[in-house]
C-alpha cells in the first residue's frame, strides 16, 4: 500500500486553477496526472464520463471532489493530483457544492492506493488540516498539510468524541452486538458502493470501519468497498448499503435498505446511518 505522499507529486499540485464548469475542473486535475506519467489524456476523459454517467457522487464532502474512474490501459501507474480551484465550481452535488478543492485518482490496482484514502479522509475530516489546504500557498504547503498528524483536530474530535461516547454507553465492548429486537437479521456484511468500487466506496468503507472499531463491532461486521454492477448481485447477501444520493439513484431497488450518506469523511453521520440500520 502507498502513502500520499508517495502518489502525489509536487508537479501534480496546482493552486487556484481556472476552470469553467466540473468538466474543465477534472480535466485540470487529469492534466496533471498525464504530465507525471501516471496516465494518458482518455482516462481524463473517463473520469468526466463517470461523472455523466452516476452523477456527481465524486463530490463526497463539503466542497471537494475525488474524481477517478476504472483502471484500464490508460492508466500506467498509480498516482493522484490535487487542484485548488480559483473559484467555486458546482457540481450538481447539492449537499456538498460548490468544490473548491479536486484530487484526480488513477488507481492500476484495486489495492495500491487503500492507505492513501484512509489518510485523506483523515485529512479532510480534520478541520484544522483542510483549512491549511484551502489556505495553501505552495505545493510544498499541500504536501505538508497531507502529511500532518492532526494534532490540532479539536473540532472533529469533540464531535466524533460525542458519536464514541454514545457508541460505548449504548453497544457496550460489542458482546451484546445486534440484539435489539427490531434489528435487522444480521449477515454480517456491509456494502459501500460507488461507480467504480475503488475511489469513493473506499473513503466510505475506511470511515465506517472506524465507526464499527469505536463501537466495538469490528469483529461482528466485515464492510466491503464494490461498484454499482456488483452492489446489486451482492446486495441480498448483506445487511445494507451504504452510498451517496447519486449512486443511489443509480442503483434503485435491490432489496435491502439503502442508506444515503452526504459526507463521506463524517463519523458522526455514519454513526447515525448504523444505528438506524441495527437500531441501535
Request: some cysteine; proline content about 3%.
Amino acid at each position: 500500500m502507498s502513502q500520499l505522499s508517495e502518489l502525489l507529486s509536487p508537479s501534480a499540485i496546482l493552486l487556484d486553477a481556472d476552470a469553467a464548469d466540473w468538466r474543465e475542473a477534472i480535466r485540470r486535475s487529469g492534466e496533471l496526472l498525464v504530465s507525471t506519467g501516471a496516465t494518458d489524456p482518455a482516462y481524463t476523459e473517463a473520469m468526466i464520463r463517470t461523472v455523466e454517467e452516476h452523477g456527481p457522487y465524486i463530490v463526497i464532502a463539503p466542497g471537494f471532489a475525488l474524481a477517478h474512474s476504472r483502471p484500464d490501459e490508460s492508466v500506467h501507474r498509480t498516482g493522484m493530483s490535487f487542484v485548488r480551484l480559483a473559484e467555486p465550481i458546482a457540481f450538481g452535488n447539492a449537499a456538498n457544492d460548490p468544490v473548491t478543492l479536486v484530487m484526480a485518482l488513477a488507481a492500476a490496482d484495486s489495492s495500491a492506493h487503500r492507505e492513501a484514502l484512509a489518510a485523506l479522509a483523515g485529512v479532510l475530516a480534520d478541520p484544522a488540516r483542510r483549512s491549511l489546504l484551502d489556505q495553501a500557498r505552495t505545493r510544498e504547503d499541500v504536501l505538508a498539510a497531507l502529511a500532518a498528524d492532526g494534532a490540532g483536530s479539536g473540532e472533529r474530535s469533540a464531535e466524533d468524541s460525542r458519536s464514541g461516547a454514545e457508541a460505548r454507553t449504548d453497544t457496550g465492548s460489542g458482546t451484546g452486538a445486534m440484539v435489539d429486537a427490531d434489528a435487522v437479521p444480521s449477515k454480517k456484511l456491509l456494502l459501500t458502493v460507488c461507480g467504480n468500487g475503488l475511489g469513493t466506496s473506499l473513503f466510505l468503507k475506511n470511515t465506517a470501519e472506524q465507526v464499527l472499531e469505536r463501537w466495538g463491532w469490528s469483529s461482528h461486521l466485515d464492510v466491503q468497498a464494490t461498484d454499482t454492477i456488483s452492489a446489486k448481485g451482492r446486495a441480498k447477501d448483506s445487511d445494507a448499503i451504504l452510498t451517496s444520493g447519486a449512486i443511489a439513484d443509480t442503483l434503485g431497488e435491490v432489496g435491502v435498505r439503502v442508506e444515503v450518506i452526504e459526507n463521506f469523511t463524517s463519523q458522526a453521520e455514519i454513526d447515525a446511518a448504523l444505528r438506524r440500520i441495527y437500531a441501535v
